[in-house]
C-alpha cells in the first residue's frame, strides 16, 4: 500500500535521555508536535520539517501528536551507568565539492562548491553539535569530493577555528581512489592535522583511536594505510587502563 503523498506524517529520527527529535513530513505549512502536554511549532517547507524537543525524563514512554492527531511513539533512553566521561560528536561524508545531489531530476542548491549543499548541511551539523555540548568533534572521512586542493580549502574555511578539538580522518574519497591533490598540506596551513595513520588520544577517562582502514583491493579503493594490527593490540588493553575505548574508523 502506497502512502499518499499529501497525508501528514510524523516520525521519530533520534533519542537521548532528556530529547527527541522528530521528523514531519506534510504540506508546506506550521504544524504543531505536541508532546506530554507541550507544544513545538515546526515549520515544513518543501514536504519535511523537523525539531528536537527537550525537557523529557529518561526511559520514560511518551505519545507524539501532530495537529492534536496520534502521531508517533516513543520511549527516551535511559541515562548512562556510571560517570560523566565526555561527549563526542562525529561527522562523515562531506563531500566538499559536490554540488548535485539525486538522479531524477538532478537537483542543485548552487554550481559553486563554497555555497552548494555539502557546505550548507556542514555549517548546520556544525552549529548543532555544539549547541549540544559537543567537547570534541572527529571528522570521519570523505571530507572532498574528488581530492581537490580547492575542495580542502573551502573544508578548512569551514573547520577551522572551532572552539573545540577537532580530528580528521581521510577516507577513500581524500586520497583513495580519488587521488588528486594532498588534502594532508592543504589542511595543516589552516592548522587541521589529517591523520592518516592509526592515532591513539587519551582524553580525561576516554580513549580515542583513529585509524584510516581503506586497504588495497578494498572495491573503489586504490591505495590506504591500514593499522589493523596497531588497531587489534590496543583492543585487548583498552579496558585494563582506561574506563573506555571509542574505536573510530573510516
Same mark, same amino acid.
Given at each position: 500500500?502506497?502512502?499518499?503523498?499529501?497525508?501528514?506524517?510524523?516520525?521519530?529520527?533520534?533519542?537521548?535521555?532528556? *530529547?527527541?527529535?522528530?521528523?514531519?513530513?506534510?504540506?508546506?505549512?506550521?504544524?504543531?508536535?505536541?508532546?506530554?502536554?507541550?507544544? &513545538?511549532?515546526?515549520?515544513?517547507?518543501?514536504?519535511?520539517?523537523?525539531?528536537?524537543? +527537550?525537557?523529557?525524563?529518561?526511559?520514560?514512554?511518551? +505519545? *507524539?501528536?501532530?495537529?492534536?492527531?496520534?502521531? =508517533?511513539?516513543?520511549?527516551?533512553?535511559?541515562?548512562?551507568?556510571?560517570?560523566?566521561?565526555?561527549?563526542? =560528536?562525529?561527522?562523515?561524508?562531506?563531500?566538499?565539492?559536490?554540488?548535485?545531489?539525486?538522479?531524477?531530476?538532478?537537483?542543485?542548491?548552487?554550481?559553486?562548491?563554497?555555497? *552548494?549543499?555539502?557546505?550548507?548541511?556542514?555549517?548546520? =551539523?556544525?552549529?548543532?553539535?555544539?549547541?549540544?555540548?559537543?567537547?570534541?568533534?572527529?571528522?570521519?572521512?570523505?571530507?572532498?569530493?574528488?581530492?581537490?586542493?580547492?575542495?580542502?580549502?573551502?573544508?578548512?574555511?569551514?573547520?577551522?577555528?572551532?572552539?573545540?578539538?577537532?580530528?580528521?580522518?581521510?577516507?577513500?574519497?581524500?586520497?583513495?581512489?580519488?587521488?588528486?591533490?594532498?588534502?594532508?598540506?592543504?589542511?595543516?596551513?589552516?592548522?587541521?592535522?589529517?591523520?592518516?595513520? &592509526? &592515532? +591513539?588520544?587519551?582524553?580525561?577517562?576516554?580513549?580515542?583511536?583513529?585509524?584510516?582502514?581503506?586497504?588495497?583491493?578494498?572495491?573503489?579503493? &586504490?591505495?590506504?594505510?591500514?593499522?589493523?594490527?596497531?588497531?587489534?593490540?590496543?583492543?585487548?588493553?583498552?579496558?585494563?587502563?582506561?574506563?573506555? *575505548?571509542?574505536?573510530?574508523?573510516?
Amino acid at each position: 500500500m502506497r502512502r499518499r503523498r499529501d497525508r501528514p506524517t510524523l516520525e521519530v529520527f533520534a533519542l537521548e535521555p532528556g *530529547a527527541v527529535q522528530v521528523i514531519v513530513r506534510a504540506p508546506d505549512d506550521r504544524w504543531t508536535v505536541s508532546i506530554d502536554g507541550d507544544d &513545538t511549532a515546526v515549520q515544513v517547507t518543501a514536504g519535511v520539517g523537523a525539531a528536537v524537543v +527537550e525537557g523529557l525524563q529518561p526511559a520514560t514512554s511518551y +505519545e *507524539a501528536r501532530l495537529d492534536g492527531r496520534p502521531g =508517533a511513539t516513543f520511549r527516551t533512553l535511559a541515562e548512562p551507568p556510571g560517570a560523566y566521561l565526555g561527549r563526542f =560528536a562525529t561527522i562523515s561524508d562531506l563531500h566538499v565539492g559536490e554540488t548535485g545531489f539525486g538522479v531524477a531530476p538532478r537537483v542543485r542548491m548552487s554550481r559553486n562548491p563554497a555555497t *552548494a549543499h555539502p557546505v550548507v548541511c556542514l555549517r548546520a =551539523a556544525l552549529a548543532e553539535l555544539q549547541d549540544w555540548g559537543a567537547e570534541g568533534l572527529v571528522v570521519k572521512g570523505d571530507i572532498s569530493h574528488d581530492s581537490r586542493t580547492q575542495e580542502y580549502e573551502v573544508v578548512a574555511a569551514e573547520l577551522r577555528g572551532l572552539p573545540l578539538p577537532l580530528w580528521v580522518i581521510p577516507g577513500n574519497h581524500d586520497g583513495g581512489n580519488h587521488h588528486r591533490d594532498d588534502g594532508g598540506p592543504v589542511l595543516a596551513r589552516h592548522g587541521i592535522t589529517l591523520h592518516d595513520r &592509526t &592515532t +591513539e588520544l587519551k582524553l580525561g577517562g576516554l580513549r580515542v583511536i583513529l585509524a584510516n582502514t581503506p586497504q588495497w583491493g578494498q572495491p573503489g579503493t &586504490t591505495q590506504g594505510n591500514s593499522d589493523f594490527g596497531v588497531i587489534n593490540g590496543t583492543q585487548a588493553n583498552s579496558q585494563r587502563h582506561v574506563q573506555f *575505548a571509542l574505536r573510530f574508523m573510516f
